[in-house]
């Protein structure tokens, strides 16, 4: 059976200032107006699958219930569509505050356990950090010695496919001027006056 | 017609058709396209997953590339178009980020002044070519062929400059000039399941399985896209969809290829040969398939 | 005490307004600073000034200390101008001794920072300082008002308060675009929440206007120009063709039966386009003139002149004449009630929700006339295909509380959704789901409809529906209409096919309400309703004055509003007219006519039609009775030929030498 829990929440468990750290970041700035009337989760595909629908991760966010809002899959399952931020009636873009959160919960390392998709986000970064482009080969055989081996051999078929129709390889392409674009990236992430 | 290209990294890997055919056709409307030097990947949506800023700056790295160029810039895999076009108009009204995205691009010795236009290539064939010259480039019309025509999201979505976000008809237009019967295809914008497919197959496998499955029964002899990925996620795991979805078939070619093949390009030189799902059988099926 | 009469002795009075003011004002600071400007007698700061001991306040200062100059430093002039000026008379002084400072909206209000908005307070209460010294003593002028009263729109809110005014006994001229009264309410089936039939109770007062010995009734006929003022407005107004005699038609309707057309061709508009009508028609059975009317953009006779005119023929009182020209109508009246309606929301424009596309998705006035036993299918409630349906979605704020469309709440929606819900439920048995993201159920009896609606058990949904498809998934699915929504309250997203969806449009402005509002020198928000003099306290008066107005073209508004807004604007007006005259403010222009060149510059610019060039003087000369003090012409004028009451230069300059000159 499952274990039995109490769901009540005590405003000591909320961040007071979680809403406003997001509605900061440039494209959430509408946070505040959701008056959650669930088109953002009706206009999306991928809300049959989530645990929290889009408008509640937005109420979760506004109210300040950053754990709960960090820790779900619903900002990992998004798959900026923008079906929902274009459709929403207030003109909140919550495509940016699912990027938003899922930003925060990289950095604060509270991502699920067993989700390879922010796995695949990571490195994806690191790999254009390294190199400048993406190379889909790279990055599959990355992902899956990060989360499972085993599920490569799944995806043997699918290989040969792109490589027999050449549409895959395992030479990984770069460009030229990777160190001037380390620079680049290194320097935007900064917080001002660090950069150098 | 000349314009900067931003290939981006899937049309050099897998979405290599979709560049094949675009050469292709833009070649025979007499469209330049001038590949911008040593450009990067634009980020796509994992990298904004990761970081914000780095991620402006990343994509801006090409706009800033492209800017001396002085032409429009064209990007064709709706990932890459829609975080440049992001980009700009990000860096346009949010003065922090600008400035965190010239620092970032002053380190590389670089600067963009925001004069740089993206285009997709959809918006180039009907508003700068036209529907007139596209038409009169025609030599075997697609007639007969149903075409589910298959936008996907980040081209229209969220700032479709040049149609309708949830109900785009301008692909429809083109491929009706090229003689195709296109039909009413109501899940047109609907999300192809996004990179979904390989991380969370469960969940991508059956939004594809959605999307071919509408195509069959509207009666599509084949799916049009317009972005490598929606391609990929459509006529790749089709196999996975037989088996744990569905039996359905429809192969998915690049709007492009279906325009070349009205030109009278071959299959091959359009790259239809890299289909997974093969579209020969389909084509050949109204008398359009083409040797080799 | 003697005082030399031209040196000023001015009170100063800051207001608190409860902490609306002194919440950041320190109003204290400010009548202290203000004791130590020149010239200023007395200085108080009080909780209220607008009240009796605040207004006392004011007047025993002027014996007690020989006052003659007031500066009150408190709200808006637009709420307390009027207060304080007679107050200031009471006190024995010309109430333009006066002036106010609007410390509230211009100051406390709008800024964050105490002491800057303290210090701002102080430099505009110098400046009514330095100003009111200059004031002059004013008249009011007086000017006999016009009885009649023009009432523009026949709907409920026109008819009613045509009534109001003609059974007091005054003339009224009532002005209607479309070929009958009744407007919107004539179309509905059943009122909430009572479920009285809207025709039982609107077709009576509908006959009662066209009976009324004080109504003249004009239809099909539009206001075209407005001039005069308060108690004197000139009116033109353009009778439309009809190509029928008003005075000799009975409505037999023989004609129609006659038209060369065997079916209707044209989308009934009465019946928002369920329907086809002839070129000849008459809207709706109770129309009211009974008088049918020739569409000329469908009738083959007024566009080609080439028919056989069986109507003509018809007709055995020769009442059809297509020689008919438009007539121009000049009237004067002395008040004017604006009821011009609203526009119900143009579905297509949300794509998602398949109007147009879809057969069986219809606006709710269209399932009005569908569930009405005399609309288009006599109250059958059939599908395109001719069945019953057996599931309806009603969806509601279609073109509302969206930021993309409008962006606010419509008001009655809601309630007639949960009518409508029950009459289709009443009529097919259906299963009706109401899509809704709040319900707003206010007025009387409402939430116990809405109780009810529960009870009858209609399916309530909370959620905004975000697209409806005919793409399916499950076999039940296949073939129907696909409801996709988030059921907020259970927390997951839902399919749910139905045959028919119903979509509950939002109100908004007539398309022409901005035409209409120039034509009457009105003014409106953002949003295009006209607007109130005052959102509480003048909800039926209008910045101009004379002008009222009632019913939906000020808002969103249900039936027992917009009747009770409809009789407070007939009393508004009657109260005018009744009065017989009228006090104009003094604060109008004049020429100075020795520095008058006569170059007509300042004709051709007054938006009031108040000054006119007399030829042999050759100077202009303004009419003070026209002149609203808007101050165009003062500042137009080159020769600096033009003085403004209560804005002379001096005045002008002192106020702008107090908020500049730190003293």
Redesign the interface.
């Known amino acids: 059976m499952k274990p039995v829990r109490q769901t009540i929440k005590y405003e000591a468990e909320r961040d007071p200032n979680f809403a406003r750290e997001i509605a900061a970041?440039?494209?959430c700035e509408n946070l505040p107006s959701c008056?959650?009337?669930?088109?953002?989760?009706?206009?999306?595909?991928?809300?049959?699958?989530m645990d929290?629908?889009p408008?509640?991760v937005i109420a979760l966010t506004r109210s300040g219930f950053k754990d709960e809002a960090l820790r779900c899959q619903t900002i990992w399952?998004c798959?900026?569509?923008?079906?929902c931020?274009?459709?929403?009636?207030?003109?909140i873009?919550i495509?940016n505050i699912m990027?938003?959160l899922?930003?925060r919960a990289?950095r604060e390392k509270v991502y699920p356990k067993g989700?390879?998709?922010?796995v695949?986000?990571?490195e994806?970064?690191k790999l254009?950090l390294k190199r400048?482009?993406?190379?889909?080969?790279w990055l599959?055989i990355r992902?899956f010695w990060r989360t499972n081996i085993l599920k490569i051999l799944g995806?043997a078929?699918?290989g040969l496919?792109?490589l027999r129709?050449?549409?895959?390889?395992f030479r990984a392409?770069s460009?030229?001027?990777t160190r001037?674009?380390q620079?680049?990236?290194?320097?935007?992430?900064?917080e001002?006056g660090m950069?150098k | 017609m000349r314009y900067a290209y931003y290939p981006g990294c899937s049309l050099k890997g897998t979405g290599k058709a979709y560049e094949e055919s675009l050469l292709s056709v833009f070649r025979t409307l007499g469209v330049e396209l001038h590949e911008i030097e040593d450009w990067n990947c634009c980020g796509a949506t994992s990298y904004s997953s990761v970081h914000n800023s780095a991620a402006f700056a990343l994509a801006a790295r090409n706009l800033a590339l492209a800017e001396p160029l002085r032409m429009d810039l064209v990007a064709p895999c709706a990932a890459c178009y829609l975080v440049l076009e992001k980009t700009k108009r990000y860096i346009r009204n949010h003065p922090h980020l600008d400035e965190r995205v010239r620092r970032g691009l002053q380190a590389a010795g670089l600067r963009y002044e925001g004069n740089v236009r993206v285009r997709h290539p959809l918006d180039v064939l009907v508003n700068d070519v036209g529907l007139d010259a596209v038409r009169a480039k025609v030599k075997r019309p697609l007639d007969g062929l149903a075409v589910a025509p298959y936008y996907g999201c980040q081209v229209v979505r969220p700032y479709s400059t040049f149609d309708h976000q949830t109900y785009p008809v301008l692909m429809d237009r083109l491929l009706e000039a090229a003689g195709a019967k296109v039909v009413r295809y109501p899940l047109k914008t609907k999300c192809c399941g996004g990179s979904l497919t390989g991380t969370q197959p469960d969940v991508g496998v059956r939004l594809a399985w959605f999307l071919i499955r509408e195509a069959k029964k509207r009666g599509a002899d084949v799916i049009a896209t317009l972005c490598p990925l929606c391609h990929f996620n459509l006529d790749s795991y089709q196999d996975k969809i037989a088996r744990t979805c569905e039996k359905v078939s429809v192969p998915t070619v690049y709007f492009t290829q279906l325009l070349g093949l009205a030109f009278g390009h071959s299959e091959k030189s359009l790259g239809l040969h890299r289909n997974i799902v093969s579209a020969h059988a389909a084509l050949a099926s109204r008398s359009l398939a083409t040797a080799g | 005490m003697e005082h030399r009469a031209d040196e000023p002795r001015i009170g100063v009075y800051v207001c608190h307004c409860g902490s609306n003011i002194a919440g950041k004002v320190r109003v204290a600071a400010v009548a202290e600073a203000a004791a130590l400007l020149p010239g200023v007698v007395v200085s108080r700061d009080s909780k209220y000034m607008c009240s009796d001991p605040g207004q006392e306040m004011i007047q025993q200062d002027i014996r007690e200390h020989a006052l003659n100059r007031i500066v009150v430093a408190s709200c808006s002039p637009l709420l307390h101008e009027e207060t304080f000026r007679k107050a200031t008379e009471r006190g024995g002084l010309n109430p333009y001794f006066f002036q106010m400072v609007n410390l509230r909206e211009h100051d406390s209000w709008v800024h964050e920072d105490a002491d800057a908005a303290t210090e701002k307070a102080v430099d505009l209460v110098r400046a009514a300082v330095r100003r009111v010294r200059f004031h002059r003593a004013l008249e009011k002028t007086e000017v006999p008002v016009h009885p009649d009263v023009l009432v523009v729109g026949g709907g409920i809110a026109g008819i009613h308060a045509a009534l109001t005014l003609a059974d007091a006994g005054k003339r009224v001229y009532l002005v209607e675009r479309e070929p009958t009264i009744g407007g919107h309410m004539a179309r509905f089936d059943k009122t909430f929440p009572t479920l009285d039939c809207a025709a039982c109770i609107l077709t009576p007062k509908m006959s009662s206007v066209k009976a009324h010995p004080n109504i003249t009734l004009w239809t099909y006929s539009d206001v075209t120009s407005v001039s005069g003022y308060v108690g004197n407005f000139k009116v033109v107004v353009r009778r439309r063709p009809r190509y029928v005699r008003e005075d000799l038609c009975v409505g037999c309707l023989e004609c129609i039966d006659a038209c060369v057309y065997k079916e209707g061709r044209v989308p009934d508009e009465f019946n928002a386009g369920l329907g086809k009508r002839k070129p000849i028609y008459i809207p709706f059975p109770q129309a009211t003139p009974q008088v049918v009317v020739v569409d000329p953009a469908s009738c083959i006779r007024v566009k080609t002149g080439k028919c056989k005119s069986t109507c003509v023929e018809a007709c055995d009182r020769d009442a059809i004449v297509f020689d008919q020209k438009e007539e121009i109508r000049e009237i004067e009246v002395g008040a004017i009630v604006v009821a011009t309606g609203f526009e119900t929301f143009d579905a297509a424009r949300i794509p998602q929700y398949g109007l147009g596309v879809y057969d069986d998705v219809y606006t709710s006035l269209q399932v009005e006339r569908m569930v009405n036993s005399s609309g288009p299918t006599l109250g059958e409630v059939r599908l395109k295909n001719g069945s019953t349906p057996r599931s309806i979605g009603i969806i509601h704020c279609v073109g509302s509380r969206d930021q993309k469309t409008n962006r606010w709440c419509s008001r009655v929606c809601c309630m007639y959704s949960l009518k409508l819900a029950h009459l289709l439920k009443e009529h097919t048995g259906a299963q009706v789901y109401n899509f809704y993201i709040d319900i707003r159920a206010a007025g009387k009896g409402y939430e116990e409809f809405f109780d009810r609606l529960r009870e009858e058990g209609v399916n309530f949904i909370r959620g905004r529906v975000a697209e409806i498809t005919d793409w399916t998934m499950t076999p039940e699915e296949e073939g129907r209409l696909v409801i996709r929504v988030e059921d907020t309250l259970a927390g997951f997203v839902r399919r749910i096919p139905v045959d028919m969806v119903v979509l509950a449009v939002g109100l908004e402005p007539a398309h022409d309400a901005q035409e209409v509002r120039r034509v009457l020198n009105i003014g409106c928000s953002n949003e295009g309703f006209f607007m109130e003099r005052h959102p509480k306290l003048a909800p039926v008066e209008t910045f101009t004055e004379g002008i009222f107005l009632a019913g939906c073209c000020q808002g969103p508004k249900d039936i027992p509003d917009t009747v009770a807004q409809a009789g407070a604007a007939a009393a508004a007006a009657l109260a005018l007219v009744d009065a017989g005259r009228v006090e104009l403010e003094p604060n109008t222009a004049c020429v100075v006519d020795e520095a008058c060149s006569g170059c007509k510059t300042c004709v051709a610019l007054c938006p009031y039609t108040a000054i006119s060039h007399d030829r042999e003087r050759g100077k202009a000369a303004v009419n003070g009775a026209l002149c609203k003090g808007c101050g165009t012409c003062v500042a137009a004028c080159p020769s600096g030929a033009i003085r403004q009451n209560l804005f002379e230069d001096d005045q002008i300059f002192g106020e702008i030498e107090g908020v500049l000159v730190h003293a």
Do not use: H, W
């Open positions: 970041i440039p494209g008056f959650q009337c669930g088109t953002c989760s009706a206009a999306c595909l991928v809300s049959t699958f929290y629908t408008r509640r399952l798959t900026s569509c923008y079906a931020t274009v459709e929403c009636p207030k003109e873009q495509t990027y938003a899922k930003q990289i989700f390879s998709i922010p695949l986000a990571q994806f970064y254009v400048g482009r993406s190379t889909e080969s599959v992902l995806m078929r699918l496919n792109l129709t050449g549409r895959m390889s392409d460009i030229r001027q001037e674009l620079r680049l990236l290194e320097a935007a992430e900064a001002k950069a």
